[in-house]
């Protein structure tokens, strides 16, 4: 296949990629065991999360729409009530205000969270972190 655009300059590539690795780590909850890796654009919010085995988030609810796809491992989500077992691959639409939490498995699991609008009070906690005023 013949490539007939050319290839971005250095500084293009460092404004439009970005590596995970290099996307700081933060816990946005300090009683909450979930390392989190967030980064945000103008209209909306992503966070990769790594889950310890047990841990509990509880019932709650924000302005963002928010996708949760379950990357890898299980939990039972709770959404207005109810218990939603999700697995591997499995994706929960959320809409704005509608409370929901989760209790992941006795495993470790990771998911991919996509909020819009920006979750700014996550923005917050990262540029905390980032100026050394938490962990």
Not at 33 to 57: D, K, M, Y
Not at 84 to 105: F, R, T, W
Request: hydrophobic share 35%.
């Amino acid at each position: 296949m013949e490539r007939k655009e050319p290839y971005a300059t250095e500084a293009e590539y460092k404004k439009r990629v970005i590596h995970e690795r290099d996307i700081p780590a933060l816990r946005l909850f300090p009683d909450i065991n979930v390392e989190t890796h967030l980064i945000s654009a103008e209209r909306l919010t992503v966070i990769f999360n790594s889950w310890t085995p047990n841990v509990q988030v509880p019932v709650h609810k924000h302005e963002s729409e928010q996708i949760l796809i379950m990357a890898d491992g299980t939990c039972d989500f709770i959404i207005e009530g109810k218990l939603y077992h999700l697995e591997k691959g499995d994706i929960v639409i959320l809409p704005s205000n509608i409370e929901h939490g989760a209790y992941a498995s006795d495993k470790s699991m990771q998911t991919t969270e996509i909020f819009s609008p920006p979750r700014y009070d996550y923005l917050e906690k990262l540029e905390a972190v980032k100026k050394g005023l938490r962990k």
